[in-house]
């Protein structure tokens, strides 16, 4: 069974860091491109970027890319979000998926983020 | 960026309806598009990509179909468990870019 499960959510002052881990089981991490996605509330779906299977491609959707960086660790079969300078705009339900098929063909349940003092 | 217009924002429509979820695209993308079901607490669902194939797991109801940049989302006989936000994806041109979403409710 396909499994991805996010992890590394939570309450965090405007301003810090926060780091996503989305750790996947059930098929071939390192065969596969990995992508963010997130869903402010009440607002539609938002893609942040993607990582190639070695790392050496990472795309990230321009008005986002000073602000997220993604990484893979293949040995621990384990997607990363570091996320910095957080603001009360980046709260959203962030969601990890595999990239198949120019789409996403797996997702995870998502991990809450809520940036508030 | 690509912009996708989906239309109807909302609709309802009752039991065992026909129902048409459209997305157009500002510029062509070929067949790089994809449909995604999302249910409130769920994560989306994968329902087609490349703008005509049926995704693993989903009912045979669903079809997409694409003529020139406007494209299609199908159910055929509306049940009660299609009530979602169904949102198409672009992946032609980066950076890839949802449309804003149908909401499906059932009458």
């Known amino acids: 069974e396909v499994k991805l499960v996010e992890s590394g959510g939570g309450l965090v002052q405007p301003g810090r860091s926060l780091k996503l881990s989305c750790a996947v089981s059930?098929?071939?991490?390192?065969?596969?491109?990995m992508g963010w996605v997130r869903q402010a509330p009440g607002k539609g779906l938002e893609w942040i970027g993607e990582i190639n299977q070695d790392s050496r491609t990472i795309n990230y959707t321009p008005s986002l890319k000073d602000k997220f960086t993604i990484s893979r660790d293949n040995a621990q079969n384990t997607l990363y979000l570091q996320m910095s300078k957080l603001g009360s705009e980046d709260t959203a339900i962030y969601y990890c998926?595999?990239?198949?098929?120019?789409?996403?063909?797996?997702w995870g349940q998502g991990a809450s983020v809520t940036v508030s003092s | 960026d690509i912009q996708l217009t989906q239309s109807p924002s909302s609709m309802s429509a009752s039991l065992g309806d026909r129902v048409r979820l459209n997305c157009q695209s500002s510029?062509?993308?070929?067949?790089?598009l994809s449909w995604y079901q999302h249910k409130p607490g769920k994560p989306p669902k994968p329902m087609i990509y490349?703008?005509?194939n049926l995704a693993d797991g989903v009912p045979s109801r669903f079809s997409g179909s694409r003529s020139g940049s406007d494209y299609s989302l199908t159910i055929s006989s509306l049940k009660s468990e299609d009530t979602a936000i169904y949102y198409c994806?672009?992946?032609?041109?980066?950076?890839?870019?949802f449309g804003s979403g149908t909401k499906l409710e059932i009458k």
């Open positions: 510029q062509g993308i070929g067949k790089y």
């Open positions: 490349y703008a005509t």
């Open positions: 059930g098929f071939s991490f390192n065969d596969y491109w």
């Open positions: 994806l672009q992946f032609d041109e980066y950076p890839p870019t």
């Open positions: 998926a595999r990239l198949q098929w120019a789409g996403m063909d797996a």
